[in-house]
């Protein structure tokens, strides 16, 4: 449900493309993205949906507040993330069993939005050591994903955000996602971190390049 609807929503607030390394990606497999915006999560399920993915997605568990989408959370089987409590590892098991049975699994490494203020695009920040550990006890390959262009929807401030979703519309800002061939990762951790992040790191790259974003056409 997610999926169908980010795939309704997100060509009104701008022109998604996408590319990919390989014709197929191939599941199970954990695909790991850079979170630059609010508007991110809705844009990558939308360029997924076009590769027929409709992946499972560990979120903060925060978004469990809100009644509808707590609804259409559950309903699709997506996992909270109760950071810093004793659930926390509850969220691996449940991502865990998802590949089992052979579904993608969509986790952000960074667990957090850049702080800058403005619109430009952000290189990812270091990864925490979710996806690192998720690959380990599952043996799955991770699928690097990177995207550009959310910042132009919404950043900033609460009050720019909104700004930002409300005028989309009308600006359109070009959006892209990349991804990347599957990984696997070293099992130890710190290494398996810094493996996925610069894979990311790359896929975001790419999709910046393909905007002509300054902060990728510098690098």
Known sequence: ?????????????????TSAELATVPAPGILVANHTSLADPGIVLAALRRMDI???????AGLWRVPVLRYLLDRDGHVPVYRRTTHAADALEKAAAALDAGR??????EGRLPRRRDAAEA????????????????????IPIGQAGARRVASGSRTKQVAGLLTAPARRPRLHVHVGAPIHLPAEISRASAAAHQAVTAAWRTAARRLGEPAALAA
Do not use: N
């Open 1 to 17: 449900m997610l999926s169908r609807v980010a795939a309704a929503i997100v060509p009104s607030l701008g022109r998604l493309t």
């Open 123 to 142: 290189t990812p920040d270091s990864f925490r050591s979710g996806p690192a550990r998720l690959a380990f006890a599952s043996g799955a390959p991770i």
């Open 104 to 109: 993608h699994v969509l986790i952000y490494g």
């Open 54 to 60: 409709e992946p499972v997605i560990l979120a903060t």
